[in-house]
């Protein structure tokens, strides 16, 4: 009994001090593995007579208790020293300096597009978005743009191999050629056959064209908007476009020339241009001494509203679709396109946004 005692104050002081987790294991597997001390005791009761299984037995179990519970509390302190340690370690000195200058930048592209869906929002606009690799019938066939049609050979379009076919879901009764989306126009189809009007949204991202230039790079970025509703003309496109555009360009003094044009998914089309100023050899927007185009916009076309699946009678609306990074250039004063992508660090530094300064109607959704 005595050496049952020595072996428990033995046993327990051992455990008290292990010095971590696997100290602690070697001792559990010491004291009560199938090879342990303990255990090997345990085993002895079976050998004993019933009277000494009587007096042992308590007194065995109770050595294997005590070891046990030693165990379970040295761990449990273990771990919450190890803790303890861990957390200490990744304290953040609040004391230190700050960097010197933020890091990193928001590109043009981005804070522009940030603008746009603020300025939007505020008059009701949901943002909508589409697959950059769209079906023939969606880019082109549902707005009206037939297959013979010089529109098409207009685009410049990326096509791919033929065999990549859409399935019979591209278009009613039709099978699609896929290819890279030449405008953000189809996402008006995508939109007009998802949802019931009345419907407000602008459709930003990517667009490709097999052009390259100085103001033309293969991939750039449009946004386009639609509205359909009842009752809808030519009046409400234009006072939304002179709203966006004196808010985009932060003036009242924002003047629009609206000139017949042709598109064949608008009836009628109208090219939306801007004035501006001469003011020490540079354009400034406002005023009306010279005119940019802006921007492409008009009437829905029945025939679009029909390939929709929508009764042109019932529901009219109107559609514009604008470059964002010529935005981006009239209003941040960039003069190259090719430069927007080129990823080069000193121009982003120089043209890219704060992170942080998120674009508000309030804060101003410019710099
Ligand atoms: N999709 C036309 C383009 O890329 C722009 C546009 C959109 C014109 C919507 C009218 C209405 O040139």
């Known amino acids: 009994m005595a050496d049952l005692q020595q072996l428990e104050l033995d046993a327990v002081a051992r455990i008290g001090a292990a010095a971590d987790l696997s100290a602690l294991e070697g001792l559990r597997v010491e004291f009560l593995g199938k090879q342990g001390s303990v255990s090997a005791l ?4 079976g050998g004993m007579s019933p009277d ?4 042992q037995g308590p007194l065995i179990n109770g050595l294997r208790q005590s070891v046990s519970d030693a165990i379970t509390a040295r761990k ?3 771990e919450a020293a190890e803790l303890e340690a861990k957390l200490a370690g990744e304290t953040i000195d609040l004391t230190l300096p700050a960097p010197d200058s933020a890091r990193g930048s928001v590109h043009p592209v981005s804070q522009v597009m940030d603008e746009l869906a603020e300025i939007f929002a505020d008059m009701g606009f949901a ?4 697959p950059e690799i769209e079906d023939d019938w969606r880019n082109f066939t549902a707005l009206n743009i037939p297959e ?3 529109a098409r050979a207009m685009h410049d379009t990326f096509y791919f191999p033929d065999e990549k076919r859409a399935g019979p879901a591209a278009g009613p009764g039709e099978g699609g050629r896929m290819l890279l989306r030449t405008h953000t126009s189809p996402v008006q189809i995508r939109t007009m056959t998802a949802q019931e009007p009345p419907i407000r949204i602008i459709a930003p991202g990517r667009v490709y064209r097999s052009d390259s230039d100085a103001t033309h790079t293969p991939m750039f970025h449009q946004i386009e908007g639609l509205v359909i509703d009842k009752g809808i003309n030519l009046g409400h496109l234009k006072w939304t476009l002179e709203t966006f555009l004196r808010a985009f360009f932060e003036r009242d003094d924002v003047v629009l020339r609206l000139r017949p044009s042709y598109f064949p998914f608008t009836e009628p089309s109208v090219e939306v241009d801007v004035g501006y100023t001469v003011i020490k050899g540079k354009r400034v927007i406002g005023g009306s001494e010279g005119w940019m185009e802006v921007l492409g916009s008009g009437m829905v076309n029945r ?7 929508l009764d042109p009678d019932e529901w009219q609306g109107f559609a514009f679709g604008t470059g964002v990074d ?8 960039m003069d190259d396109l090719r430069a ?12 890219g946004f704060a992170a942080l300064d998120v674009p508000t109607l309030s804060g101003g959704v410019g710099a």
Do not use: N
Request: net charge positive.
């Open 42 to 45: 345990l085993k002895t009761l």
């Open 52 to 55: 000494e299984r009587q007096s």
């Open 76 to 78: 449990a302190a273990l």
């Open 127 to 130: 943002v909508a978005t589409g």
């Open 148 to 150: 013979t049609h010089p």
């Open 303 to 309: 025939k679009v509203i029909e390939a929709c699946g």
């Open 326 to 333: 010529r935005l981006a250039m009239l209003k941040y004063g």
């Open 340 to 351: 927007f992508f080129d990823g080069d660090i000193r121009w982003l530094r120089h043209y």
